[in-house]
């Protein structure tokens, strides 16, 4: 998503500069041609200096999501053994190695097979719950695959241990994942769930996915969880090693689409690429988030950190906000949490916007050789706390007719560009 960026376009901060001073430049309008900077007269800056913002979960969560009861005298049993299965209940069939679930219901799995596959072929209003109880599931293909279906819910058992792996050869290769489903699809439940999606992607969801519950080892040769239209985590355990991108929300056809959400949970990430990817809008409000290795731990059009324990390894940019597409609100926006960002040696920036840098609370730790900030629009800052190199800076000052260059093209400077630190 980075766009490449000519030499006066991107300013670096060296080391030597970087623990002289700290600029950012004023708010103003979205804009990559802006050049002017002003300096803040709030000098408010500790954490709680402003009141997050939180965003309304009802958009990206809905009550049943949460939910990973069922009533097991009621449910259909399915059990696997090698090759085959059994099941007991109604709106599911079994023919060979293949399990449909066509209606909908409470599924409840356990067993160990090989090559068996759960497919979901039900209505498209129809809502079903698949509960892993104790399932180890091994195959070629995609070992769960919802071809239709209105809504599938993944519950994961209370204190079951679930298992499942696909392998490097499908033959089914538009199901390119372990886990794939075509329409919506929640995680949830207090089990936990070890995917190795050897083939692509190991959970993935053409439409919404999300996770509300559960703990998740997830190793992918692709990415670890993916989602087409939009990606939403909270209350949940995920740990994840993926060969591109860990989280990936990403979407060709619909800018507006390819949106990643974080509330709350625990996810670890060491990735190959992105640690978390939006191709359009990224938010984060809360959760402990380490991304111990990555060539961007978070990138996004825009991206939005309200809250949440973020510690950042990137060998390009740490958060980075960029769009090819025309007219895209491009930002990063800082209002809480607690963020460390470390990036490597190279053409790499802690934070880089192809727009705007707007921050007002929270605290930003900054470790760079190279360069902590990199802007083509127009910096705020009126609150929080930032730190480069173990020096913090708290003072907004505006060095010259630059903009946010360092120096604004003075003698010794480093300034002269639009939005360089």
């Not at 600029?23 to 500790?46: D, E, K």
Request: aromatic content about 4%.
């Amino acid at each position: 998503m980075k766009k490449a960026k000519s030499k006066f376009q991107k300013i670096k901060l060296l080391v030597p500069l970087a623990l002289a001073t700290l600029a950012l430049a004023a708010c103003s309008t979205n804009s990559s041609s802006s050049t002017t900077a002003s300096t803040s007269s709030s000098q408010n800056t500790s954490a709680a200096s402003t009141s997050q913002t939180k965003t309304n979960t009802a958009d990206y969560f809905a009550a049943e999501d949460s939910d990973a009861s069922y009533d097991a005298s009621k449910a259909t049993t399915i059990s696997l053994s090698g090759s085959s299965a059994q099941s007991t209940g109604d709106g599911v069939s079994v023919s060979g190695s293949t399990v449909t679930i066509s209606a909908a219901g409470t599924y409840v799995i356990s067993g160990s097979s090989e090559n068996v596959q759960i497919v979901v072929k039900a209505g498209d209003s129809d809502q079903v719950q698949i509960v892993l109880n104790g399932v180890t599931m091994t195959g070629t293909d995609a070992a769960i695959l919802v071809e239709q279906a209105g809504k599938t819910t993944l519950t994961l058992a209370d204190g079951s241990k679930n298992s499942i792996s696909d392998s490097s050869n499908h033959s089914n290769t538009d199901a390119d994942a372990a886990v794939f489903s075509s329409s919506d699809l929640t995680l949830n439940g207090s089990g936990s769930l070890t995917v190795d999606g050897k083939y692509e992607t190991a959970i993935k969801s053409e439409s919404t996915l999300r996770v509300t519950g559960g703990t998740y080892t997830i190793n992918a040769a692709k990415h670890g969880l993916s989602a087409d239209n939009a990606l939403n985590i909270k209350d949940a355990t995920i740990d994840v090693k993926a060969t591109e991108d860990a989280i990936h929300a990403d979407n060709d056809n619909d800018t507006s689409l390819g949106n990643l959400y974080i509330q709350s949970g625990t996810v670890t990430i060491d990735a190959g690429d992105d640690g978390l990817h939006a191709s359009n809008t990224a938010v984060i409000d809360g959760g402990t988030i380490k991304v111990s290795n990555s060539t961007e731990a978070l990138e996004g059009t825009n991206v939005t950190i309200n809250g949440g324990e973020l510690d950042f390894y990137a060998t390009d940019d740490g958060i980075n906000a960029a769009s090819d597409v025309s007219g895209a609100d491009i930002f990063i926006k800082i209002t809480g949490g607690e963020i460390k960002v470390e990036v490597g040696q190279g053409d790499t920036d802690a934070l880089d916007s192809n727009g705007d840098i707007i921050m007002s609370g929270g605290n930003l730790a900054i470790t760079s050789t190279v360069s902590a900030f990199d802007f083509d629009g127009t910096a705020t800052y009126t609150g929080g706390t930032i730190t480069v190199n173990g020096e913090t800076r708290t003072e907004i000052t505006a060095d010259g007719p630059g903009g946010g260059g360092f120096g604004g093209g003075a003698p010794g400077g480093q300034g002269g560009g639009p939005g360089g630190w």
